[in-house]
């Protein structure tokens, strides 16, 4: 028998039987929509999600992804993402409002009421290290022209 929470699709032709898909299959929709949005760093994520994927297990491309109904029973996503650090903030969840609406559409035939982003903090570039390893403490003097000797 099949799980309650499953989200029953309308058929075109219901002689055939009906159709059902699993909640995470849509947060995985709605998260690998977002996560291909120009300015998203990551996806906000759980402890156990973070270590799980740390230690090599499988990665959770439905995290930072919340499914709820409002009451109309319409289709409600929150996602929760961190973004680069020097994007527009507005553009971006606008257009990542506009890909998970579209990708869950194009996928499932589903219409989504609400796409709410949520951004959880932006995340700077990583700056290269000038420092060498294996002398740590020295002064990178010849920037300036200058030669260390005496």
């Known amino acids: 028998m099949a ?9 075109d032709d219901p002689e055939l039987g009906n159709i059902q898909i699993a909640p995470n299959v849509l ?4 998260g690998v929509a977002t996560t291909e949005v120009d300015g998203v760093n990551r996806m906000r994520s759980s ?5 799980n994927e740390l230690i090599g297990r499988k990665k959770e ?7 709820s109904y409002n009451a109309a029973h319409e289709l409600v996503v929150d996602i929760d993402v961190f973004l680069n650090y020097g994007v527009s903030v507005p553009k971006v969840a606008l257009e990542i409002q506009g890909q998970v609406e579209q990708q869950l559409y194009f996928m499932t ?8 982003v949520h951004v ?6 990583k700056t290269e290290s000038s ?14 022209g200058e030669t260390s000797g005496n």
């Not at 402890?47 to 270590?51: F, P, R, V």
């Open 61 to 67: 491309h439905g995290k930072g992804v919340k499914l």
């Open 3 to 11: 799980d309650e929470t499953n989200i029953i699709l309308q058929s």
């Open 47 to 51: 402890l156990a999600t973070s270590l």
């Open 131 to 144: 420092v060498d390893p294996n002398n740590p403490f020295a002064n990178d003097d010849t920037e300036n």
């Open 120 to 125: 959880q903090g932006v995340v700077p570039e």
């Open 109 to 116: 035939g589903l219409k989504v009421s609400e796409v709410n």
């Open 27 to 30: 947060e995985i929709i709605a």
